[in-house]
């Protein structure tokens, strides 16, 4: 066996995306064992030879938080492996919200976490849509930012959408801003803004809409939702505003507690996401569209064992967020 193969792992928070991965990138899934004991405790084995091999950690650290506690497992358990190099490939980072103290008496737990990876084994880290840019100076290793942009302009592109004259992007709050406008420029659609405010933890109410949407398809843009308030109420006024049909694209599917019934019951007519997220058929819908990352994230793992650029694989894009 040569030193510095190539070698994907998956956790167990998305077996299926870690299985895309692979195939696209043409080799085996690495063999790992993850399992948990009655109490609860969480056991892992790399089941080959790893020694001297660039190793990829598929994970996302949503719910549960049995994810993030699996990864730091596996991490260790690839550190005393004697791995070459260890890079933590993070389709979805959850805690990635709470990355600044903005009341007394609160942690930063998105730091926490990160420096927690790094001292599990990591030696670089990737990952996708963060909530917050920030996040990738909490480290002192190596951090590839990727987007979902890619493969969402793909899809709408065989949709149709790029050549409806009636579409309009809209940012859900102000903090999406920046997002949206860089995809509304090249999609070359107009752009409106909700002005949101938030009333509490997970709840939020829509005030007021800059920008036209009457008569207007409006495409909601967002990195997550977690319990759909944001999208719904931004829906509802959209409706009342005169738009003719409200869509949403959001990269990171959460779908946390009331979720699924407000989306069910909601103004949204499709919704696009993509797979960072394991979904159950539970939480499916018959009018969600859901569009695989799998290719960016293996062509960025690709380049990244062969030390090549990753950046070029967003340079169309002119990522602004």
């Known amino acids: 066996m040569k030193n510095n193969e190539l070698k994907v792992f998956s956790g167990s928070s998305n077996p299926e995306l870690t299985k895309k991965i692979c195939e696209v990138l043409g080799i085996e899934q690495g063999l790992l064992t993850s399992k948990k004991f009655s109490d609860g405790e969480i056991w892992v084995r790399f089941d080959e030879n ?3 091999q660039d190793v990829f950690v598929v994970q996302s650290t949503g719910q549960p938080s049995d994810n993030m506690i699996e990864l730091l497992i596996i991490l260790d358990a690839a550190k005393r492996s004697s791995a070459g190099r ?8 959850g805690y990635a919200r709470q990355d600044r103290k903005d009341q007394p008496r609160v942690p930063i737990s998105a730091r926490l976490f990160m420096d927690m990876i790094v001292k599990a084994g990591a030696n ?6 963060l909530h917050s840019m920030q996040i990738q100076g909490f480290v002192d290793i190596p951090f590839d ?4 942009r890619p493969a969402l302009m793909k899809h709408f592109r065989a949709k149709g959408l790029f050549d409806d004259p009636d579409l309009v992007v809209v940012s859900p709050d102000m903090g999406s801003v920046a997002r949206s406008r860089s995809i509304a420029m090249y999609m070359q659609k107009g752009l409106a803004i909700i002005d949101k405010r938030r009333v509490a933890h997970n709840k939020a109410k829509a005030m007021n809409i800059i920008g036209e ?12 939702v977690d319990t759909a308030g944001t999208i719904v109420a931004a829906a509802e006024h959209l409706k009342e505003e005169g738009a003719k049909e409200v869509q949403c694209a959001f ?5 946390s507690g009331p979720a699924i019934e407000r989306l069910r019951n909601s103004e949204v007519s499709v919704i696009y996401t993509t797979d960072t997220i394991a979904l159950p058929k539970e939480k499916v819908l018959p009018n969600m569209e859901i569009i695989s990352v799998a290719n960016i994230l293996a062509s960025s793992i690709q380049r990244s064992h062969l030390n090549s650029s990753i950046s070029d694989l967003f340079y169309e894009f002119n990522i602004e967020s």
């Open 50 to 52: 790893i020694r001297g």
């Open 86 to 93: 260890i890079t933590v490939v993070l389709p979805y980072y």
């Open 124 to 129: 670089r880290i990737i990952s996708m849509d």
């Open 145 to 148: 930012h990727l987007f979902s």
């Open 213 to 224: 949407v009457k008569g207007k398809r409006c495409m909601i843009i967002d990195d997550m």
């Open 251 to 255: 990269t990171h599917a959460v779908l």
